[in-house]
């Protein structure tokens, strides 16, 4: 698979580690589609970006817990392009509580977002990536950390799996890839905000090569995935995490 003339979809794409698998794939010859929910100033400016260093782009807004709005999305990225050859499903939120003190408001946001919005864009890249696609899905290495504050984040995460690896056997015979990447502690906003220096510091030093990740790490993984390296991948998680677990 070469990126010329193949379309990517990356969800939540407008910031953070969805904006730097963004500006890989776009830098590795694929036309991408910076998807956002409220963030149009961003995924605009993140078009402009890709546009200025010989890149295609457009954006593309639809918030992925509604089903209808996914569809459209669809719809309108193959009148806009033809088709689409990848979906990398990078949505998603991260509200930490323990178990007892999780209301239904931090739980119900987190299923919509990371559970629901997955499998409402993997219903639709099922149906309509070309033969030869690829479908990335984001994950977390909290699967398998079992930290104490991440159960409902985690068992988001860990459905996420699960329907990775059953979508790629359902997909036999379509040359369509299904995987998983699953960073650990990467410098986000996502991650940093809301924490003590003391405690990222903590973090940073749990991986043996003891930093954080940086966004440009997963997208690179994820650009392995995508591009012709990744094509004898599928049904796994590659947990992108420094050596953390």
């Known amino acids: 698979m070469t990126a010329a003339n193949k379309v990517a979809i990356v969800t939540g794409s407008s910031r953070g580690i969805g904006a730097a698998i963004a500006q890989r794939l776009a830098k590795d010859g694929f036309s991408v589609v910076v998807n956002f929910a409220g963030s149009a100033g961003a995924a605009d400016e993140l078009v402009q970006r ?5 890149g295609r782009a457009i954006a593309a807004q639809a918030d992925v817990s509604d089903a209808a709005a996914v569809a459209r999305m669809f719809d309108a990225v193959e009148a806009a392009y033809g088709g689409i050859d990848v979906l990398v499903n990078n949505a998603g939120i991260m509200k930490l ?11 119900d946001s ?6 629901k919005g997955p499998f409402n864009t993997l219903r639709e890249a099922s149906r309509r990536l070309r033969s030869g696609g690829r479908i990335i899905n984001l994950s977390s290495s909290v699967v398998g950390m079992y930290q104490p504050g991440y159960a409902v984040y985690a068992a ?5 799996e ?3 690896h059953v979508l790629a056997k359902e997909l036999r015979g379509r040359d369509i890839t299904v995987n998983d990447v699953a960073p650990g502690p ?3 906003a996502l991650f940093l905000d809301g924490k003590p220096q003391d405690v990222v510091d903590r973090l940073a030093k749990l991986a043996p090569l003891e930093r954080l990740g940086q966004p440009e790490d997963i997208a690179a993984v994820v650009a392995m995935l995508a591009g012709p390296d990744g094509a004898w991948i599928n049904g796994q998680t590659l947990r992108a995490n420094g050596g953390i677990i």
Do not use: W
């Not at 890709?50 to 010989?54: L, S």
């Not at 987190?110 to 559970?115: G, P, R, V």
């Open 50 to 54: 890709i546009e200025q260093a010989g």
């Open 97 to 107: 509580a323990t178990l007892a003190d999780s209301d239904d408001a931090l739980f």
């Open 110 to 115: 987190q299923i919509a977002i990371n559970l």
């Open 156 to 160: 988001t995460k860990a459905g996420v």
């Open 162 to 164: 699960a329907m990775t």
């Open 186 to 188: 990467t410098a986000t």
